[in-house]
């Protein structure tokens, strides 16, 4: 049983106070003097060719004081990897979505730069558009880029064992077409920046960015200025979740384009109706998905062909499609494995990253089609995933997935039977099955997701602790916390490495002028590799300041220690003094020390083999197990879920109310996606762009939750910690799915669930009682 | 070019003092003056440019006395039109006497909107999805309207003319709500369905007034919400009921029937399969509530 | 312009206001307040509510010049110097938060609540957080920060 001082304390998060009582800034807090206001006009057409941009009328306006379109961008375009940098940031020769971008205006308010859009004139030849995937990818469609002319974005082929032959051996085999929801991240914040360019040659922007240094890449690149002269300055974010806020958006680079020319700052902030109509959101996904099975219910191959709607341009998405092939052989084993995905361009919104980032689709495919094949075989959904489910690797083992991926952990089958245990499926046949037209269900559901993710060749992470003379200590790091409480967790892994108290850290945020490099928050990196980083730093400075005291006292360094703030002789504990009697003596020894740890990550895995899918890709995986209790009216198809219980193995939760209300989160989000949201798309217009008709859960959707913790202290993690969260998101639509399942009879396997399409169901298997 | 707009457009702003003013306003700038309660249904609907953009917003909660909610046992109900939504809902007559304007009220957007909004908003905004419509409708409600030519008075079921259109002429305005006093023994009841358990707008709206004695249905008037240009009432449903012994099989009739008067659409947050459906299913409810308990 | 008379947590203030300026937009840009929150704009998140002669409105939607003569709270008129309120407390105690973009909105509709009722059921919790949206938390936290909230004001 591990004891920490620090680790595993409910603390309040470090920027709580800041949070309820107002103070904390976003980036549409912030305001500098002589500040214009910008907006962004769009054409209102899905496809179309851009003849002519007319801003003379704009231009002319009193109080406009600058106009940007895509010639002062000079071509410059940008992308994930170097060879799908598509994307510019106004549109030049097409709009390929609806509500593209394709100028920028700057005003002295935000009335003005509103009726300066208005005035503003494109001529365009509309073009033939194509709106599904499937079709998009057929011969004779509409080609979007023309280096793609089969508007095959990215294409993967992956082939491990033989899956013909195991099908072929295989007692039971299934063939099925699962869709996973039109979804987007749903955050309250939506995208700003306050931004100046300053005439000397410096770029500073306040930007809502939950990976500031991608923004800081693409400023460089796009204003042509070296990296020591771009600052990005991280404000509180409201809500991250993947996708836009760890990439840039029109509205960011015709901020400082306008602030370049006006040489005023210059700020821009979407309304929430754009947000959801423009910026990047979830790919939804076709998933045809083949398995096969023993007689005993063991999986022996799964073959997945994916078709993945991608939008107007490639943003992120080879990463995307990686991750939606690459943990198919989690969290069962996977003896054989053929992976198959198309990503279309199509003329609908671009579609990048969210939360669960590609594992969702086929996790989602994948349990509900075994609980199917279980159904057949007549093996329960718990018999079904322990007869399969990964056993957790002892302590110095590892265990090697078909496509090389490892774990030294995996708490799957703890999970699993954690959840046996528990009431709400202990009990389940317990109590009416009925109540009136209400029929109740509970379904189970497991997954593993990644944690520690990399990017090609943008792995970095590093930390410095600071020592201050009075003992109190600053953290600075390049990891940003948009609300996933990772500024919490390191602090307090900071306070638990250097032996202090956790109120004794300050934690700042980044700024790209003073703090490491990072890739910011996403794939689940920031506690497992900042962590890391936090640990080694915070070690440093320790190993600093106990030479410095050893030295003054005459100890060997090794027999001091430091815990809870107090400095100790571990063979004469009664001599000690307050850290912040140390922090004196060497800041003040000799001519003053300045004692500052520093620490990077040192995880190298290797780089994403997108080609192959083979390799890990993260330097964890959390495994997580969920069960859910549903109701479903059988007359009206209404769903009210009212119980979760989650079983997570996160490692070990360092931070408890963190990773409990993590995973919380996680599972109502997921919950939307399995029951409420999906985008209605109408020739690439989103018809229910508001919060009234993109409808996420509110206060009285959510169910009771409880979460209950797998401790499995791997040791890749700082204090044994791997990602928490998207699991329980991933897990969250299949477990109500099969909810739904066990109230109803029938299985769905396209998402959302709605009351309408049980209905239909119901009807079509003649159990509607209503008629 | 389009774009997202972010702030109102440009108005002037009218405040009268009294009634009188108020018609003088309307009588002076005709159409480019628009009545404003609550808001709640206008101001978004002008932040997205969804409407004619009026020169004039005047607004109507300056003049004194208006938002009463007053109730005797002769006259029944009166709601002034500035009457909020959780005046409405928190009024004991309201929850004494009119169940479903309870009901209707608590189904409602928010405790944010409902602290602004109003039934005479609801009402005069016209969708057919309102909540307030169908259990005024059902309990016979009618509206006293005051115009450049003086009062009159509207029963609610020849209030609404189409999706967001109303009887109300130019330059007149909704002065009051009225609902008689309930009769002996009879019940009301609104029932919502909507995909979430709040913040939804209605996707059917069934609301039932009824009297029973020893198991004889006296009176009974249905309205629907959501499934037509308007609210409606059915009254082919209610002579199925009307004078005759409740008995499942006749609410089953009346319930098909209800469902086969109304003409609902189909968009993004529903077809008209499932509604017509609904229909059927809300209204079996709503009379067995109202009818058989 | 419309010259209007507001109260803002206890202090008064003389301002211009365009006809068409919301509440929202003259707290924060005018008074500089910017714990209020533009989530939607539409009256649908609750993220730029505040309390207005003691009921909670969505102030993305009231006209300033509707706001004239009223009284205010924000979010920045709960605490006292550095002392917290017991919301504010509860919820920095048990974790009610994550990002913080809904938590201002989320807090005055808790106070709201709790004023007109110290011991409300789950039920009426959920009820009266209904148009407060949150993507974050999955509300859970947040319903324990208001029992947390409810059982300091009791004492």
Known sequence: MKEYTVIGQRVPRIDGKAKVMGQAKYAADYSLPGMLFSKVARLPVAHAKILNVDTSKAERLPGVKAVVTAKDFNGWTWGFMANTRDEPPLAMDKVRYYMEAVAGVAAIDEDIAEEACDLIKVDYEELPSVFDPEEAIQEGAPVIHNYRPNNVSVEYHWNFGDVEKAFAESHLVREDRFRTSRATKGYLEPPASLAWYDPAGYITVWAAKQSPYFHYRHLAACFNLPLSKIRVIQPYIGGGFGGTKNDSVAGDFCAVMLSKMTGKPVKFVYTQEEELTVSKRRHSMIVYNKMGMSKDGLITAIQSRVIADGGGYTAVSPLTMYLTGCCTPLPYKLPNYKYDCYRAFTNNPICAAMRGHGVTHTRFACEIQMEMMAEELGIDPVEIRMRNAIDNPKPGEIYRTINDMTLKTCGIKEAIQTLVKDPLWAEKGKGPKQDGSVSYGVGMAATSYLGGARQLGHQSCAATVRICEDGTVNLITGATDCGQGSDTVLAMIAAEELGVRYQDIDFKMVDSAYTPVDAGSYGSRVTVLAGQAVQIAAADAKKQLLAILGSEWKVNPEELEIKNAEVYNKSNPTRRIPFERLAKIACYSGSGAVIIGKGYSGYGIEPLDFENGRGNSGTSFSFTAQTTRAGVDLETGHVTVSDFVIAHDCGRPLNPIGAESQNEGGAVQGMGQAIYEDFIMDSGRTLNSTFLDYKMPRSTDVPDIKVIDIITDDPSGPFGAKEASEGSHVSAPPSVVAAIHDATGIWFKEQPVTPEKIVKGLKEKGKWPGK | ?293 | MEQIKLTVNGKEYELQVRPWATLLEVIRDDLGLTGAKEGCGEGECGACTVIMDGKAVNSCIVLAVEANGRQITTIEGLAEGDRLHPVQEAFLEMGGMQCGFCTPGMILSTKVLLDGNKNPTDEEIRKGLEGNFCRCTGYTKIFESVKAAAQKIRR
């Open chain 2, 1 to 293: 070019m389009a774009q997202f707009y972010k702030r109102l457009p440009r108005f002037q702003y009218l405040l009268p003092k009294t009634l009188e003013e108020a018609l003088s306003f309307l009588k002076e700038h005709k159409e480019a003056a628009r009545l404003f309660a609550g808001g709640t249904d206008l101001i978004p609907q002008l932040k997205k440019r969804e409407v004619d953009i009026p020169r004039y917003l005047v607004d109507l909660k300056g003049i004194p006395g208006l938002d009463s909610i007053a109730f005797d046992e002769k006259a029944g109900l009166k709601i002034g039109p500035l009457a909020t939504i959780n005046a409405i809902k928190d009024s004991p007559y309201v929850r004494d006497h009119y169940p479903s304007l309870f009901q209707a009220a608590s189904s409602m957007a928010s405790p944010q909107v409902r602290n602004r909004g109003t039934f005479a908003g609801n009402i005069c905004s016209a969708v057919p999805s309102a909540d307030s419509a169908p259990a005024l409708l059902a309990l016979e409600a009618s509206v006293r309207l005051l115009g450049q030519k003086g009062e009159r008075e509207v029963p609610m079921d020849k209030f609404f003319i189409g999706p967001r259109k109303t009887v109300l002429e130019a330059g007149e305005m909704l002065l009051e709500i009225k609902v008689s006093r309930p009769k002996p023994g009879s019940r009301n009841v609104y029932l919502k369905l909507s995909p979430r358990h709040s913040m939804d707008l209605a996707i059917v709206g069934v609301a039932v007034a009824a009297t029973c004695d020893g198991g004889v249905c006296k009176d009974i008037k249905i309205a629907l919400g959501a499934v037509a240009p308007t609210p409606i009432r059915v009254p082919a449903a209610e002579k199925i009921l009307e004078g005759n012994r409740i008995t499942p099989e006749i609410i089953e009739e009346a319930s098909q029937n209800a469902a086969a008067q109304c003409s609902p659409i189909d968009d993004h947050r529903a077809s008209l399969e499932y509604r017509r459906d609904m229909v059927y299913i809300l209204a079996r409810r709503a009379l067995n509530n109202v009818l058989t308990k």
